[in-house]
């Protein structure tokens, strides 16, 4: 599998909501009245991706480089995680060539950030904002999520594999009417 040019990971988190923090997704801050429980700033939409990153590559996921409890990662910036494992991806020969990603909440209203999130994302991951797609969607008002106690968010990620091989030298080719 490691010859294969192009490797696809998933990814998928959720944080319950609680008063008292800032919500981030997409690594920029939405107003609203509660945020996500978790020891880093618990964006889902970027754990998300980060996990579709390092899965593609093959790298395991988000626990087990950046584990639950470690005091390193209180309180620290899920763009920061990702742009880590950006680079280690990076060291492993592979290279990010798109994300989609979707984001589960009943509230707040996602859409008019969209913009800001896919160009925060764009920028961590190397790559021109037309290949970072973000949606948003509710859960129709079922279960916890639709009661508005958490958030989710899904993601894919393509990663493409740099050739190992160096190309040889240029040959001249000889005319005909030589």
Not at 25 to 41: C, H, R
Not at 95 to 104: F, H, N
Not at 119 to 141: C, D, F, H, Q, Y
């Amino acid at each position: 599998m490691s010859g294969m040019p192009f490797r696809v990971g998933c990814g998928f988190d959720v944080h319950r909501l609680v008063p008292g923090r800032p919500l981030m997704l997409g690594g920029i801050e939405i107003p609203y009245e509660k945020g996500l429980e978790g020891d880093s700033d618990a964006d889902v939409l970027t754990h998300a991706i980060l996990d579709a990153v390092v899965g593609a590559a093959g790298l395991g996921d988000i626990g087990v480089h950046f584990g639950v409890g470690r005091p390193e990662n209180m309180g620290i910036a899920s763009t920061t995680l990702l742009a880590s494992m950006v680079a280690l991806v990076r060291a492993h020969g592979y290279r990010p060539e798109g994300v989609d990603a979707t984001i589960i909440a009943e509230a707040p209203r996602l859409s008019a950030l969209i913009p800001a999130m896919r160009e925060r994302l764009a920028g961590i991951l190397g790559l021109p904002v037309r290949r970072v797609n973000v949606k948003s969607t509710t859960a129709k008002r079922l279960g916890a999520l639709g009661a508005g106690e958490g958030i989710v968010a899904l993601a894919v990620a393509t990663l493409s594999r740099r050739s190992s091989r160096r190309p040889g030298p240029r040959l001249r080719r000889r005319s005909s009417l030589c």
